[in-house]
Nanobody, 130 residues
């Protein structure tokens, strides 16, 4: 079993940057990919970005590509999401999510088949104030 713990959220101003962190722990870190899913108020969850651990391939939601970066530190078992130029529409609960099989990544994160996610963090709130 894998536990995912998010940190780094809070209240920020529009135009600011923010870095979220997710640290994984457990008896066996048996996931191939790890990333971020968010849920804005009144909306469904959507995949934001994902990192395939083995080869470093990254995937992004179209609206986040170019102003966000997902990266990982294998030694710290931590994945980061840096978002620049934050906008009010980025206000959401951000969840760390991990998938055991990399072949599911595109379907899960980019096609929003989030039932394919194997492990979830509890979520952390990011509020962007304009």
């Amino acid at each position: 079993q894998v536990q995912l713990v998010e940190s780094g959220g809070g209240l920020v101003q529009a135009g600011d940057s923010l870095r979220l962190s997710c640290t994984a722990s457990g008896s066996a870190l048996d996931y191939d990919a790890i990333g971020w899913v968010r849920q804005a108020p009144g909306k469904e969850r959507e995949g934001v970005a994902c990192l395939v651990v083995r080869d470093g391939i990254t995937y992004y939601l179209d609206s986040m590509r170019g102003r966000s970066t997902i990266s990982g530190d294998k030694d710290k078992k931590t994945v980061y999401l840096e978002i620049n130029d934050l906008r009010s529409e980025d206000t959401a609960v951000y969840y760390c999510a991990a998938i055991r099989h990399a072949r599911m990544v595109v379907s899960a994160f980019l096609a929003n088949n989030l039932h394919l996610v194997d492990y979830w963090g509890t979520g952390i709130l990011v509020t962007v104030s304009s």
